[in-house]
């Protein structure tokens, strides 16, 4: 099997088990060595007292692909650090695209940054970086 294709599996493997990703109704568009993409689609019930998404939509939706892009190495790896920057507002029915990149990968820390678009216009709403410790314990 090659790296790619491991790291696709692990990436399902994890997502079956995440009922919170599914909740959010991601898809997981793209999976990769150190990288992926995610989609979803904003619900009403995912709406603050401004009627626009509130901000732990689009971090989870970041978290969840830092989490995709980080195990894809072969290892068990959990955030220790994380970070948001919201730039602009997301509303309802907006479809969100997270995309993870591996910046950085030790032994034991890896870094990721993950940028958030809204898919139609392509604008950047939200910027979200990722600190991950990097367990012996292989998947």
């Not at 950085?104 to 820390?109: C, D, P």
Request: net charge neutral.
């Amino acid at each position: 099997m090659t790296s790619q294709e491991t790291a696709a599996k692990i990436a399902k493997e994890m997502f079956a088990k995440d009922a919170f990703s599914q909740w959010l109704g991601i898809e997981q568009v793209e999976l990769g060595v150190g990288a992926c993409k995610l989609r979803m689609t904003v619900r009403p019930e995912m709406l603050n007292g401004f009627g626009i998404a509130h901000g732990a939509i689009t971090y989870a939706l970041a978290d969840s692909a830092l989490a995709f892009a980080c195990n894809s190495q072969g290892r068990h790896a959990v955030s220790i650090e994380t970070g948001i920057s919201h730039t602009q507002a997301v509303r309802e029915g907006d479809t969100l695209v997270a995309i993870a990149v591996e910046e950085q990968l030790g032994n034991k820390v890896a870094f990721y940054r993950v940028r958030v678009l809204e898919e139609q216009s392509g604008k950047v709403v939200a910027l979200f970086t990722g600190t991950v410790y990097r367990s012996s314990r292989e998947w």
